[in-house]
């Protein structure tokens, strides 16, 4: 099996979480400011799953449930990312 690639990053990445619920889910967040997430059983040949342009730059990402992340970002904001919704819900 071949190492799976975050090729959609445009720069360094800064945090990756695999998805505890469906773990062929691994999210990524960038210096880019873009949130993606891959789905490891289609390899790296594919499109990501879901990508999405933050607010500011991400410092970490973590897993709520199989559909929902929660992510950090540099400006002190806590947001919530729904799988295919494009409008984040800001926690703090």
Same mark, same amino acid.
Do not use: M
């Given at each position: $099996? #071949? +190492?799976?690639?975050?090729?959609?990053?445009?720069? #360094?990445?800064? @945090?990756? $979480?695999? @998805?505890?619920?469906?773990?062929?889910? /691994? %999210?990524?967040? %960038?210096? &880019?400011?873009?949130? =993606?997430?891959? &789905?490891?059983?289609?390899?790296?040949?594919?499109? +990501?799953?879901?990508?999405?342009?933050? %607010? !500011?730059?991400?410092? %970490? /990402? @973590?897993?709520? $449930? !199989?559909?929902?992340?929660? *992510?950090?970002?540099?400006?002190? @904001? *806590?947001?919530?990312?729904?799988?295919?919704?494009?409008? +984040? &819900? =800001?926690?703090?």
């Amino acid at each position: $099996s #071949q +190492p799976l690639k975050f090729s959609s990053h445009s720069k #360094q990445i800064r @945090c990756i $979480s695999i @998805c505890p619920f469906r773990d062929r889910l /691994v %999210a990524s967040v %960038a210096e &880019d400011g873009i949130l =993606v997430i891959r &789905d490891t059983k289609l390899g790296n040949s594919t499109e +990501p799953r879901f990508s999405l342009k933050l %607010a !500011d730059i991400p410092s %970490a /990402v @973590c897993w709520e $449930s !199989d559909a929902k992340l929660i *992510v950090g970002l540099r400006n002190g @904001c *806590v947001e919530r990312i729904t799988i295919g919704n494009r409008t +984040p &819900d =800001v926690l703090i």
